[in-house]
């Protein structure tokens, strides 16, 4: 089992930026892919980003975060963040982390039924 708890979610302005945390803890690989979703009020969830580390590493990310998003991992602290710049109203949502213990390959990123745990999500408000 992995346990992962997000945070760092909160009202921020247009323009603005936020860093959200996701901190693993349990049985975590070496190799391993997290994926970062998000869910408005009323529509799909939705992929924003992932990352792949262990065996090489890789980041990827939605277009419509492409540029403004940044995914990243402190190994030492068993951490992957996602630093968001440039924030808009429409990136409001609840955001959540999710983890596989294996390298996911580059088309099955985005399906959040290829990851096997989840944290349990962190509100972000983008709102002047």
């Known amino acids: 089992q992995v346990q992962l708890v997000e945070s760092g979610g909160g009202l921020v302005q247009p323009g603005g930026s936020l860093r959200l945390s996701c901190a693993a803890s349990?049985?975590?690989?070496?190799?391993?892919?997290v994926g970062w979703f998000r869910q408005a009020p009323g529509k799909e969830r939705e992929f924003v980003a992932a990352?792949?580390?262990?065996?090489?590493?890789?980041?990827h990310y939605a277009n419509s975060v492409k540029g403004r998003f940044t995914i990243s991992r402190d190994n030492t602290k068993n951490t992957v963040y996602l630093q968001m710049n440039s924030l808009k109203p429409e990136d409001t949502a609840v955001y959540r982390c999710?983890?596989?213990?294996?390298?996911?390959?580059?088309?099955?990123?985005?399906?959040?039924?290829?990851?096997?745990?989840w944290g349990q999500g962190t509100q972000v408000t983008v709102s002047s």
């Open positions: 349990g049985r975590t690989s070496n190799i391993y892919t």
């Open positions: 990352g792949r580390w262990g065996a090489g590493s890789s980041t």
């Open positions: 999710s983890w596989k213990n294996s390298r996911l390959i580059v088309s099955s990123l985005g399906s959040g039924e290829n990851y096997d745990y």
